[in-house]
């Protein structure tokens, strides 16, 4: 369909994963050959994509979450927890990827999801929909709002959420705001990947 890659990220190895835009297939591409390779994504779920800890792949879209493992090269899947939309995703090293939700479509604000199991663990209302989503060096979850083409209403906002208390800091002074990628490094840091400055 002509679409190229769309969302990516990166391993313990350096090895970069992507999927294609049309989230038909998911894309290793090896660090040192430079070789591709593909495996088909069973239900075209996609539109953010982290790594855990583990090494294994969560892909977050409109119907649920679905998780990749690279050793056994199997899918698991939960679509039935939640409407989440088009938004980031990012595993938090403690066992839990946090999804956006409500920027574009779905329920708004924060999701835990498990990342063993993939049942929704709990939800937070953060005072809007987020579309990126990244933990910081606290391990507080950082979310973003979006506007225009993918986002809902005004894209000003960032939330920070402490997941122990469930407290909610807001911060609006951004102007057209719009990332659901690796905006803290904490994927990268959890990945054992070390970024070049």
């Not at 002509?2 to 190895?13: C, F, I, L, Q």
């Not at 938090?92 to 956006?100: F, P």
């Not at 979006?146 to 122990?164: E, I, N, T, V």
């Amino acid at each position: 369909d002509n679409y190229g890659p769309y969302g990516g990220a990166s391993d313990g190895g350096g090895n970069f994963w992507v999927f294609n835009a049309t989230t038909t297939h998911l894309i290793r591409v090896d660090a040192l050959s430079l070789e591709p390779r593909t495996w088909a994504v069973p239900s075209g779920n996609g539109y953010g994509i982290t790594i855990d800890a583990r090494g294994r792949i969560f892909l977050c879209g409109t119907q649920g979450v679905s998780r990749f493992d690279p050793g056994t090269e199997q899918w698991m899947e939960n679509f039935s927890a939640i409407d989440l939309g088009y938004n980031g995703c990012m595993s938090d090293g403690a066992g839990r990827i946090w999804v956006g939700g409500g920027a574009d479509e779905g329920s708004p604000g924060l999701h835990a999801f498990d990342a063993d199991t993939l049942e929704l663990i709990e939800s937070f209302d953060v005072g809007g929909g987020v579309k990126g989503v990244s933990i910081d060096v606290d391990g507080l979850i950082w979310g973003v709002s979006a506007a225009g083409a993918f986002g809902m209403g005004r894209a000003d906002s960032a939330y920070r959420l402490d997941p122990d208390t469930g407290d909610v800091q807001v911060y609006s002074g951004l102007n057209g705001a719009y990332s659901y990628s690796d905006m803290t490094g904490f994927g990268l840091r959890q990945a054992g990947v070390v970024p070049i400055i």
